[in-house]
């Protein structure tokens, strides 16, 4: 016989969430004596009282909503019977002034490329830049050629990647908010795995012009074409009189790639205090155990690396609006939560201009995953912060500057949230999921965590690791926190390679342009 399994998280929570997979039937009895009244999916909740309409639930302590209907003790409470609680105020939240320091973690190493500006790398990567998506096919071209006649002639050097995007022309570039797209591209060519070279691809009419995209690198000239300012960078414009035929431009391009590659060979590992490394954290395709699993054992890691000296950055606003009185109050000081607010009032303002608001953000996966709105999910995506206090806030397309942890304002989409990371500066990454999601990145290495044993034995080969040990009782958040830890340095040194590395699997860059097309 089946044991009934279930979690609840805090003594004050009038839900449990059912672990088993598969869910349990109807009449089953668990062992607090609650019989349910009909089945239950793995990851949905059971009231462990009769609720009546108005009544709150709880989870992680929190309110997550009000009953909508009766539901009776041993009853499924799911979306269809909750009504959201209004959003937080932005007014009147706790201000933190926290210096906690947590006992220093030292001695870590990882084998990385120092780069001439002090920043390491994990990868060592030529990337080419496009300044229009137009552009994208012959880079495209471009790049296999390289990859094929090139590279190896380069050992040193991983790989050869085009940043392409669908940017740059039919834009309103002048607009405010323009600059977000702008400066992402901009700090994406510079992310440390790229080694301070940047290549970059133009066709030569559109809005996006180098020296708009590298104020201070390129200069225009009267011919109508750029002067470099910089000999880290260099231009292929594909409009160029000099460029005769298909063929003309992709030797431009392999012209230029040459040059880069001959320098970037050059780069070697060597040992690196792990307080060089730019972390990003993010979540995806999540369920009820991200909040339990996967997302607390990213949280221990994060606080290992944050005493390690490392910058960490967790992202995601509307993944986090719901819990902001728990940012301002873990603030280093009153500064970094006023910033917090400041991002959370900006993305308040755009949502509205489009008319939507945060429960839009709840897929139907995360609902057939047991997270019944945006609060319940707000509250297990913060987890993957960990504990320590916030030092910095990161506006989207701006680089990290401040050890320690770090919030990016960004949207919560997967692709997104991790274009505006890999312009933060990221060298490594980690991805929880619950339902499942084969996201990777090709300009940083990935590290997949599975919130769920089903799905880690599912995937095997697209999950790195298995924090569903935890929810079987076969592992601790603490033992499982090191292990990832481990595993990260491991895969920032290049000793081991991730599940989407060796499959290839990448997303393409998905800019956050909230200025208007023309």
Known sequence: MTTARYIRIHENDNVVTIANDGGLPAGTMLDNGIELREAVPQGHKVALTNLSPGDVVRRYNVVIGRANTEIPKGGWVNEHRLDMPPPPQLDDLPIGNDDTVLEPLEGYTFEGFR??????????????????????????????????????????????????????????????????????????????????????????????????????????????????????????????????????????????????????????????????????????????????????????????????????????????????????????????????????????????????????????????????????????????????????????????????????????????????QLAAGMTLHVFTTGRGTPYGLKEVPVVKVATRSDLARRWHDLMDINAGRVVDGDATIEEMGWELFRYMIDVASGRAKTCAETLKLHNSLALFNPAPIT
């Not at 050629?145 to 834009?171: A, M, Q, W």
């Not at 702008?182 to 060519?189: H, P």
């Not at 500064?335 to 959370?344: C, D, G």
């Open 115 to 420: 780069n001439p500006d002090g920043s390491v790398g994990t990868r060592n990567l030529l990337a080419i830049s496009t300044s229009v998506q137009c552009v994208s096919g012959v880079v495209a071209h471009a790049v296999e050629r390289i990859r094929r006649e090139l590279l190896p002639k380069y050992p040193n050097v991983d790989d050869v990647i085009s940043l392409d995007h669908v940017y740059g022309c039919g834009v309103a570039i002048q607009a405010p908010d323009a600059v977000i797209p702008i400066r992402t591209l901009r700090n994406i060519a510079r992310n440390p795995n790229f080694g301070g070279r940047t290549l970059v691809v133009s066709l030569g009419c559109e809005k996006l012009q180098a020296d708009v995209f590298f104020p201070e690198r390129f200069i225009p000239i009267k011919s109508g074409g750029f002067q470099r300012q910089d000999d880290n960078i260099a231009l292929v414009t594909l409009q160029d009189e000099s460029n005769i035929g298909f063929d003309g431009m992709i030797q431009a391009i392999m012209k230029a790639a040459e040059e880069q590659l001959v320098v970037l060979n050059q780069r070697v590992r060597t040992t690196c205090p792990v307080s060089d490394l730019v972390v990003g954290v993010q979540c995806g395709g999540s369920d009820a155990f991200s909040g339990v699993s996967a997302n607390p054992v990213v949280g221990y890691a994060t606080d290992l690396f944050v005493r390690a000296g490392a910058s960490v950055m967790f992202s995601e606003v509307t993944e986090v609006r719901d819990g902001i009185a728990q940012l301002t109050a873990r603030a280093a000081n009153p500064e970094v939560a006023r910033q917090l607010v400041e991002q959370m009032d900006w993305y308040d303002r755009y949502l509205g201009r489009g008319s939507a608001d945060r429960s839009a953000n709840t897929s139907p996966g995360n609902k057939r995953g047991g997270l019944s709105n945006i609060v319940e999910k707000a509250m297990g995506s913060i987890v993957k912060s960990g504990s320590t206090p916030i030092r910095g806030v990161i506006p989207p397309g701006e680089r990290c500057t401040t050890r320690g942890l770090n919030f990016a304002a960004t949207p919560a989409s997967d692709f997104v949230c991790g274009t505006l």
